[in-house]
Structures are given as C-alpha cells and as structure tokens.
C-alpha cells in the first residue's frame, strides 16, 4: 500500500463519483460503533444489520460490509451513490487520502489527478491489466 499523504484538510479530492472504488476488490471493515451508527440510519436493529447487511472479515477480526457476488458493495446506488453517505464508515471516509491501493493511480481519476499535481506520490506499482485501467 503506498504511504499516506500528509493529511490536509485543504486537499480538494477530483472525483468523479465512478463509483470504482465502491466496487473494486477488498472488504470494507466496520467497527461496532459504525454499526450502531449505520443500522440507526437505515432504522433497523444491530441484529437485523448484522445478519443483512455484514460478513465475516476474511481475516476474521470482525464485520465488513456485505458485497454483490461481483464485488460491489451492497450500499452502491445505480447512480453511483452511498446510499449510507452520512454515515459511512471511515474506511470510505479516508478513502484517497488517508489509504489507497497500489494501484489506485490506474483506477481512480482522482488519484491520478492528485499524483499529477504532486499531492500525492506516485505509485511505486506497475498498472493494472488493461482491461481495468482509468479510462
Ligand atoms: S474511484 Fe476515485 S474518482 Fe471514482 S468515485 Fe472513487 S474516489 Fe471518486
Ligand atoms: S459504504 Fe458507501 S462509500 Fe463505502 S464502499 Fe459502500 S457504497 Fe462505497
């Protein structure tokens, strides 16, 4: 994973809500206090959340978000929205600047604009296959 930028709350992000990062590979973990927080918004009991919405982390330390079989997160609208946006959890809160994939530059708009103003450093990584560039 490529280090994190200095944190800056002045850094305007240039997404261009894709949606990409809501649907690419890895597990949106989710702490008991996003839970809470989550199932309150949606008005159902941390039960119900749970047991709808949640798995079992691969790496077995707690929940993550439940995902569509091809990988995208069940709380991704067809317009490209969170529909949990007010109360996301911070995974997808520090999501560019705060963590990012190694190949994040390839995929993402916004990372490839922040790498190309030198807010960011470039990946170290080699891009993806073609077929899943940043088009
Ligand atoms: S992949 Fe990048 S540009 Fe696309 S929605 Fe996510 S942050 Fe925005
Ligand atoms: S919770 Fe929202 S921001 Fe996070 S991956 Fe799902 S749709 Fe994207």
């Not at 995902?67 to 109360?87: P, Q, R, S, Y």
Request: charged share 25%; proline share 9%; hydrophobic share 35%.
């Amino acid at each position: 994973m490529a280090p994190a930028p200095k944190p800056s709350s002045k850094i305007v992000v240039p997404c261009i809500r894709c949606g990409a990062c809501c649907r690419w590979e890895g597990q949106v973990k989710t702490t008991d206090a996003e839970i809470s927080r989550i199932a309150r918004f949606l008005n159902l009991s941390e039960e119900a959340f749970i047991a709808t919405c949640t798995v079992l982390r691969q790496d077995r330390t707690g929940l993550a978000i439940r995902m569509l079989a091809d990988g995208t997160c069940i709380f991704l609208d067809d317009k490209n929205e969170c529909k949990i946006h007010a109360v996301k959890p911070a995974q997808c809160k520090g999501y560019p600047l705060k963590w990012r994939n190694p190949s994040s530059e390839h995929l993402c708009h916004a990372v490839k604009v922040l790498v190309e103003e030198g807010v960011l450093p470039p990946s170290e990584y080699e891009p993806p296959p073609a077929g899943k560039l940043f088009k």
